[in-house]
């Protein structure tokens, strides 16, 4: 008997974590739809993937219309949706909290909570009403959902939003086999994680480089998770630099 095709969706899927994630999951087999706003670099992602026709939806994921437009996308070419990797988002480490602009705050909101809500919404519908019913959703929290660095409320608030995200699908998934669960990243070699690397502001006021983790390795944890049976789920994982700043006080 044939293997029934796993599918997944990536967003944010044209760099970084969503990159490695996608080329991880179509080398164990999964069938990946690729999203987010650049369209050449979700090509390039699409490339790399071991997986033959790894559908490539271009899609402003903070727009209810385009959002819909994507998981129609999908519905019509699989039939189903196996796996959200729930992942794009923005950060904003730059501003005093009193200097953070109504723009920015917007951004970084829209971005990071919206956005996560739309696409997790629409997985939802659609694993409830396919034959056979149910998927997994996993979001990409922060450390930053846990404790805040420096000038970073709106990032910071944005994280701790996509706990309670992760948490409310969980509970409304139970009766129709949805599982959600969170990853907390710290400090993953992207594009992100430069500021860590040059030097970044600490909660002392000092600025030091942090250690960055592989993206790689973040892929192995998103791939490990996905793998799981529906009836076994990870509600929160945290993967981090082993020697980042993040346990103690200063």
Known sequence: ???????????????????????ALSGQGWQ???TGRRE??????????????????PADITEPGAVASLFNKVKNNYGRLDLLFNNAGISSFSSSFEAITFAEWERVIKTNITGAFLCAQQAFRMMKEQDPAGGRI??????????????????TTSKHAITGLTKSISLDGRDHN??????????????MAQKMQAGILQADGSVRIEPTISVTE??????HMAALPLQTNIPFMTLMA????????G
């Not at 929290?141 to 805040?148: C, L, M």
């Open 1 to 23: 008997m044939e293997e029934k095709q796993k599918i997944a969706m990536v967003t944010g899927a044209g760099s970084g974590i969503g990159r490695a994630v996608a080329i």
């Open 32 to 34: 990946v739809v690729l």
């Open 40 to 57: 050449q670099e979700l090509g390039e992602t699409a490339a790399s993937c071991k997986k033959d026709g790894s559908l490539v939806v």
């Open 138 to 155: 996993i979001n990409n929290g922060s450390i930053s959902a846990h404790v805040p660095r420096p000038n970073s409320a709106a990032y």
């Open 178 to 191: 949805i599982a959600c669960g969170q990853i907390d990243i710290g400090n993953a070699d992207s594009a």
């Open 218 to 223: 973040v892929a192995n944890a998103i791939v």
């Open 242 to 249: 082993n020697g980042m700043p993040y346990m103690g006080r």
